[in-house]
């Protein structure tokens, strides 16, 4: 069973910037395939924001290309989250994704989530 600890997040301006920070920990880190960022606002699906495959690029919704980046430290098993120009559309609940491949079956891994909130 992996576990994930989330840090980082909190309240800022529009405009502002948040940093989100996943660790993972378990048997099954060395099979991750895949780290990355979904968010749910209230009332609505959860939806992806950032994903980084071990090796392929990034992947981004489309609503924060230019102002989010992902990155990812396999040494650490870490993947991090920079929000940039945070705008009222962007507060949700941030849960980290991990995905473990093992023997061709995959596991999906959800962080516990943390708020990321837009407010002037």
């Known amino acids: 069973q992996e576990q994930l600890v989330e840090s980082g997040g909190g309240l800022v301006q529009p405009g502002g910037s948040l940093t989100l920070s996943c660790a993972a920990s378990?048997?099954?880190?060395?099979?991750?395939?895949?780290m990355g960022w979904y968010r749910q606002a209230t009332g609505k699906q959860r939806e992806l924001v950032a994903e980084?495959?071990?090796?392929?690029?990034?992947k981004y919704a489309d609503s924060v290309k230019d102002r989010f980046t992902i990155s990812r430290d396999n040494t650490k098993n870490l993947v991090t989250l920079h929000m940039n120009n945070l705008k009222p559309e962007d507060p949700a609940v941030y849960y980290c994704h991990v995905g473990v491949r093992v023997l061709g079956d995959e596991h999906d891994y959800w962080g516990q989530g943390t708020h990321g909130n837009v407010s002037s």
């Open positions: 378990g048997n099954g880190v060395r099979n991750i395939y895949i």
């Open positions: 980084k495959p071990q090796i392929a690029r990034p």
